[in-house]
């Protein structure tokens, strides 16, 4: 008996350090630049370019680049651009990862990809923490829509969606519960699919309505 009230107590007090951390992570981030948008009428044809990435996962951008061109495209009074050929265009250019992207002028790409706006991402975290008795499963992004022929940002926002768990009861259950999970995603390989289809369904619902 007196085993177990000493494992409970190590846990708890592995928790609470992994919230002291947690907090003064976030106590530390610098913040982002404000980005200033210029309200007028949403381009109809829209490139959605490779996303950058500040994530450890080299795959995860472009699963996300996916998932959100696709919503894009369901949304009625746009116009979006295949991926494909969108990436042909851009190797023709010399173009081959997101942060080259920088190295031509926005009215370049516009002309290039025939369009008349262009989304710009960038994903912020993409995370799996798992400890034990802890679980914290983390996705946020940043996405942007630029006039290609302005270069004046006409929409931008921020989303994240995150899911935390703490289990004080049933360790061994709640352990494997999280083992299997992992598993069911790596043979999908899609880590954090459902993080990450919830921040793109929160980012079109603030996209600007487009009445073409």
Request: net charge positive; aromatic share 8%.
């Amino acid at each position: 008996m007196e085993t177990i009230k000493a494992v409970k107590k190590e846990f708890k007090s592995l928790i609470i350090g992994v919230f002291i951390l947690s907090f003064i992570s976030a106590c530390t981030v610098s913040p982002r630049r404000p980005v200033q948008i210029t309200p007028v009428l949403p381009p109809k044809t829209i490139a959605v370019l490779p996303f950058t990435n500040q994530s450890n996962d080299l795959d995860a951008p472009e699963r996300l680049r996916k998932i959100f061109n696709r919503g894009l495209s369901r949304k009625r009074g746009y116009i979006v651009k295949p991926l494909k050929e969108i990436d042909t265009i851009l190797a023709g250019k010399g173009i081959i990862d997101a942060g080259q992207l920088p190295t031509i002028p926005i009215e370049e790409l516009g002309k290039s990809l025939n369009v008349d706006g262009i989304i710009y991402g960038e994903l912020i975290d993409f995370s799996y923490i798992t400890a034990g008795v802890y679980m914290k499963r983390l996705v946020r992004a940043e996405f942007k829509l630029v006039n290609a022929k302005t270069g004046a940002v006409v929409w931008h926002k921020e989303k994240k969606a995150s899911r935390t768990k703490i289990v004080f009861e049933k360790v061994g259950e709640a352990f494997a519960e999280q083992l299997k999970e992992k598993a069911k995603e790596k043979l999908f390989s899609f880590p954090l699919r459902e993080e990450t289809i919830k921040v793109v369904g929160r980012v079109l619902r603030t996209f600007p309505p487009n009445n073409w």
